[in-house]
């Protein structure tokens, strides 16, 4: 996702698009009647205040989790904030995903949309799941006034014991009688003074069932008289499909049909092995007119002779071309197109009857999903149901306003319904589509090619006098619900629009480009390429000027407090003045994400064979009150071991149009021996929570860059680096 | 085609299968037992690992007619106090993220501790470097390993 902002245009725009479907979803319960609530405790016996907790009579308190877990905490998290303001005990607390429902469940900072992404979860839910917690709290504190004749106020709640004077109980011997009490309005939420959980140290929620073997993920899933499907897609993107030979592949045991898709060809069988070999027979010829033919080598060539024109205004300041006869610095960079490559591959159930679809999937964009699903299927976006299930990591890749493997299954699903396939005797049976590694690598939907231009001016004492920055590339949100038409794409320029530096003379400018290539955004977006070119050129400047990159920063950044915070305690940790060994070097960088900011200072060292190993990252995040900081921890080693990966291997290339890599054996990802020992500092606050997942992404490239030039003097300006650096 | 004949997290068992299909998919497919994971189909991420007469194997890319008459281990049969110490470490340390690939570096981990009882930071990478982690986890998979290697010192 963008940076979670969804202005005022594009809420219209969306509504817009989708025929203000959203609407048509807004089904569902106000949850605001006692009624409605004692019916829902009289089916499941359990107390539920709202839409996001349930009380057992045993005691369990289960929070409705609205967004997708996908490695980042939000199990754990936003259990976290409904149990801090309940005063619960952590062990009675449990999570499970909350149904898809745009009205009960929306993201607040997309809109009428429910949907994970732009580090928002925690950022979006806060106050919505402090009030959730503070009213199912309130509920049993009046259950239980009433019930032992005492006033509200002598009551104490603590580790989920309600509690006056010799009177105890627990959540669950209440919960029958909070259940037919009317909901109070407004109740007081916890000063944060008095945090118990929030906070500390909890256990994850979701550790047991992932270290057993039992954590069940849209691949898991097993539906009676289920079919596994396999697609055969065009090499070249933008290619359909001409001529199907299908013959070899219905030969194939276990392979039951071969049915064509708007996306291409599928293959059910009775297992995955079946229809892989199925479609290993399978012969397709595609028509390639609207097909992308260039090589990545042709794209970079033409986004380069873009580079000496001027571009799309973005950010004007001063007058750049007014400052004369400084000393001028010129780079450019070239940053690849990247695969999100997440350990599950794209996987899908879909149950398809007459009157109604069920999809079982990782599912990032439950509002979207339901839509798109909904138009392949020719059923109304409400009749769709969607089983939200772990999912074995995204970093974007499950969240696309396309829906792409969720309307490939629909649309499977859909084709075996056609009275000419089989006489329609296998219409209704479920499907499980599954996505190989290497359609995952070949697939598209990449973090976009970029090209950077950077220039600029520095005074003879060493101060930046002017800035430019000009990036060319595609724009992930062009023809989606989220485009701004006319402005300048945000997700191509966050990072660059705004710098927390001050420079007198500044102009950032924009060329998009268009291609076949189907491009998204990939964990932390446009600061995955604004960061580094912005970081790694101060970088230069300050060498250029015979200054400490830490106190070059510092003096820049006099009006950014909250980064030069960050950057404070990231360089003391790291104890940045101190010597390293002989052959190691440091780098630092810093930049903000996702309304979090982030410095990460690496270390790095080379052998006496040359080889770059980066040995250390010292990371300070200021994310506002860090409601699980060992998650937060998490999330910030996750997020240097995915960047780090990807700055020294990642790239998706094209010869011809053709996706040269195919595999993890092609498309490098980290591994353990190449992981660097972490720190993580956490900043204290008291400000509401801002976004985790993304934002340890972007300065880890940079700081490590900016490293390797402190040791060897080379400056890296075109990632992956694995090719210009040994490693 | 007789059946195939192995044994599965200490039961018999009896597989109907094409000889080249994956033990992977057999096991999760014919099985039903879906601990172990799809990642790459390839031999190049581990997500799949499960232990063959006690040895880590990636199950992804070994037919299932190969190993007639093997023991058979995954995820879900995996016991004793190696496992033990390993799956205890995992939670205290809280070293899953998305999850997907734990299945498979849990695999690997016992084989390892199995093997050497105190591996260094240097063992723990070469043993372990098979087992791709998107999400990363690799910081706490290496002090999780340690934990146990200490638990079971005791
Ligand atoms: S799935 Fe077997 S090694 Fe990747
Ligand atoms: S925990 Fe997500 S791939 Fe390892």
Redesign the pocket.
């Known amino acids: 996702m963008p940076d979670g902002h969804m202005s005022d245009t594009s809420r219209r725009r969306f509504l817009q698009v989708t025929g203000g479907a959203g609407v048509g979803l807004m089904v569902g319960f106000t949850w605001t009647g006692t009624s409605r609530r004692a019916q829902a405790a009289a089916a499941t016996n359990a107390f539920v205040p709202n839409a996001f907790v349930k009380v057992a009579p045993d005691g369990t308190v289960t929070v409705l989790i609205k967004h997708l877990e996908m ?1 980042q905490g939000v199990f754990t998290g936003l259990t976290a904030i409904v149990a801090e303001e309940m005063d619960a005990d952590w062990a009675q607390m449990r999570a499970e995903h909350a149904p898809a429902n745009a009205k009960l469940y929306n993201n607040t900072a997309f809109g009428p949309i429910q949907g994970t992404g732009g580090s928002t979860s925690t950022y979006n839910s806060w106050t919505q799941l402090r009030q959730a917690g503070a009213t199912a709290r309130a509920l049993l504190v009046a259950a239980a006034a009433q019930t032992w004749g005492v006033p509200a106020s002598d009551i104490t709640v603590s580790k989920g014991v309600v509690s006056s004077g010799t009177h105890k109980a627990g959540f669950g011997e209440l919960a029958a009688k909070a259940a037919t009490l009317p909901v109070p309005a407004d109740v007081p939420l916890k000063d944060p003074k008095n945090f118990t959980l929030v906070g500390t140290k909890l256990p994850r929620k979701d550790s047991a069932e992932k270290t057993t073997g039992k954590a069940i993920f849209a691949i898991d899933v097993v539906q009676p008289g289920m079919l596994v499907a396999v697609v055969q897609r065009p090499t070249r993107f933008g290619a359909k499909a001409q001529a199907i030979d299908a013959k070899a592949a219905k030969a194939v045991k276990g392979v039951v049909e071969v049915v064509e898709i708007p996306r291409g060809v599928a293959v059910l069988a009775t297992s995955y092995w079946a229809a892989h070999q199925g479609r290993e027979a399978l012969k397709v010829t595609w028509d390639e007119t609207n097909a992308e033919k260039r090589g990545t080598d042709a794209i970079i060539a033409d986004y380069k002779a873009l580079l000496p024109k001027p571009g799309q205004l973005v950010t004007k300041e001063g007058d750049v071309d007014a400052v004369k006869g400084a000393k001028t610095l010129k780079a450019e960079f070239t940053f690849p197109y990247l695969a999100h490559a997440p ?1 599950e591959p794209l996987t899908c159930v879909v149950k398809l009857g007459k009157d109604g679809c069920e999809i079982w999937a990782g599912d990032q964009f439950q509002t979207i999903d339901q839509m798109n699903a909904a138009k392949t299927a020719g059923l109304k976006p409400e009749q769709v149901t969607i089983h939200t299930v772990y999912a ?2 995204s970093f974007g890749r499950r969240a696309n306003v396309e829906s792409d493997y969720i309307v490939e299954g629909v649309a499977i699903a859909k084709a075996l319904s056609d009275a000419k396939v089989q006489g329609g005797k296998l219409a209704g049976r479920p499907v499980k589509l599954i996505w190989s590694r290497e359609d995952d690598i070949r697939g598209g939907r990449y973090r976009p090619l970029y090209v950077h231009g950077m220039e600029a001016k520095l005074g003879a004492d060493g101060s930046v006098l002017a800035w430019q920055h000009r990036i060319v590339g595609q724009s992930i949100m062009a023809g989606s619900p989220f485009d701004q038409p006319g402005k300048p794409d945000a997700t191509s320029v966050e990072g660059a629009a705004e710098i927390p530096y001050t420079i007198p003379n500044r102009l950032v400018d924009l060329h998009t480009t268009t291609s076949p290539v189907p491009v998204l955004w990939w964990r932390s977006v446009g600061s995955t390429h604004t960061a580094f070119a912005v970081e790694t050129f101060l970088d230069e400047l300050a060498a250029e000027a015979k200054q400490d990159p830490v106190a070059f920063r510092r003096k820049l950044m006099e009006k950014h407090p909250r980064h030069l915070a960050v950057l404070n305690l990231a360089v003391e940790k790291a104890e940045w003045t101190k010597p390293l060994p002989k052959g190691w070097a440091r780098g630092v960088a810093v930049a903000e994400s996702f309304r979090s900011v982030v410095a990460h200072v690496a270390e790095v060292s080379q052998d006496d064979k040359g080889r770059i190993k980066v040995e250390r990252v010292v990371c300070a995040v200021d994310c506002g009150i860090a409601v699980t900081p060992d998650v937060v921890k998490a999330q910030m080693e996750g997020g240097i071991g995915y960047g780090l990966g990807a700055i020294m291997y990642g790239a998706i290339t094209m010869k011809d149009g053709v996706v040269d890599q195919s595999n993890f054996d092609t498309y490098r990802c980290l591994r353990i021996d190449e992981m660097p020992k972490v720190e993580v500092h956490i900043v204290p606050s008291a400000n509401p929570p801002t976004g985790v997942g993304e934002p340890g992404v972007p300065p880890l490239g940079p700081a490590v860059a900016n490293a390797i030039a402190a040791l060897t003097g080379k400056r890296i300006r075109d990632l992956p680096f694995a090719g210009s650096v040994s490693v | 085609m007789p059946p195939i004949k192995l044994t599965l997290n200490g039961k018999p068992w009896s597989v109907d299968a094409d000889p080249d299909m994956p033990l992977l998919w057999a096991v999760r497919e014919i099985a039903g037992k879906t601990g172990s994971k799809f990642g790459c189909g390839a031999a190049q991420c581990g997500a799949c690992t499960m232990h063959v007469d006690g040895q880590p194997v990636r199950a992804c890319s070994t037919p299932i007619g190969s190993i007639a008459g093997s023991k058979v281990t995954t995820i879900e049969g995996i016991e004793g106090k190696v496992a033990k110490a390993v799956q205890d470490a995992w939670v205290k340390l809280d070293v ?7 299945s498979g ?1 849990i695999m690997s981990a016992v084989a390892l501790l199995t093997d050497n009882a105190k591996p260094t930071d240097q063992d723990i990478d070469s043993a372990m470097s098979g087992n ?4 990363s ?1 690799y910081v706490r998979i290496r002090a999780a390993i340690h934990e146990a290697a200490k638990a079971l010192e005791i």
Do not use: A, F, H
């Open positions: 490695g350990m074995g990591g | 899953v993220q998305c999850g997907y690939c734990q570096q791709l982690c998107r999400c986890t």
